[in-house]
T-cell receptor, first 114, second 111 residues
Framework: GAVVSQHPSRVICKSGTSVKIECRSLDFQATTMFWYRQFPKQSLMLMATSNEGSKATYEQGVEKDKFLINHASLTLSTLTVTSAHPEDSSFYIC??????????FGPGTRLTVL | QKEVEQDPGPLSVPEGAIVSLNCTYSNSAFQYFMWYRQYSRKGPELLMYTYSSGNKEDGRFTAQVDKSSKYISLFIRDSQPSDSATYLCAMRPQGAQKLVFGQGTRLTINP
């Protein structure tokens, strides 16, 4: 149980384009989902927290107009990187939790912006 | 000072050794403590979950929490090359949703 999937696992795009990453909880209802960013050899950096049906809460320094988060259902959240630039290249990881249970992470999406 | 301190390593030990990984923290409100294992280019995997002080054992893994010292540990017995990964400690207060992570320790088990 507690499986979280992400799609795509890897994406390469041109500068200026938008990229959408999906995060799904496969066997539980995710009341809360989180989006993280991770640079090489560094720990996870929380970008935003989203509760199903509500607007996401962004961490300080994260541009909400650039990183659009939608959590429209209890099993799906999406992160859209708008007008991506090379500095947005990173490893994006989502996690999901059901109620008071702990977070379970997806396998991550590697974004490369050329 | 970071809320959670974790030695980033790298830590390299021979196969079969006992590994000790540690984190210290400053926020006395932390009540829930987790250890995650992250293989290269993968998402973190929840290994151990402990509430408050004490020990918890699961196979070759033992998690210890000493709240009086604000110190948590993960012990790996009979370490295997497949244990080579980055180990992240994480913790949160009661009622909080967000986790506070350590920097992660890169561990290599040499055959």
């Amino acid at each position: 149980g507690a499986v979280v999937s992400q799609h795509p696992s890897r994406v390469i795009c041109k500068s200026g384009t938008s990229v959408k990453i999906e995060c799904r909880s496969l066997d539980f209802q995710a009341t809360t989902m989180f989006w993280y960013r991770q640079f090489p050899k560094q720990s996870l950096m929380l970008m935003a927290t989203s509760n199903e049906g509500s607007k996401a809460t962004y961490e300080q320094g994260v541009e909400k107009d650039k990183f659009l988060i939608n959590h429209a259902s209890l099993t799906l959240s999406t992160l859209t990187v708008t007008s991506a630039h090379p500095e947005d290249s990173s490893f994006y990881i989502c996690s999901a939790k059901e109620g008071i249970n702990e977070q379970f992470f997806g396998p991550g999406t590697r974004l490369t912006v050329l | 000072q970071k809320e959670v301190e974790q030695d980033p390593g790298p830590l390299s030990v021979p196969e079969g050794a006992i590994v000790s990984l540690n984190c210290t923290y400053s926020n006395s409100a932390f009540q829930y403590f987790m250890w995650y294992r992250q293989y290269s280019r993968k998402g973190p995997e929840l290994l151990m979950y402990t509430y408050s002080s004490g020990n918890k054992e699961d196979g070759r893994f033992t998690a210890q929490v000493d709240k009086s010292s604000k110190y948590i540990s993960l012990f790996i017995r009979d370490s295997q090359p497949s244990d080579s990964a980055t180990y992240l400690c994480a913790m949160r207060p009661q009622g909080a949703q967000k986790l506070v992570f350590g920097q992660g320790t890169r561990l290599t088990i040499n055959p």
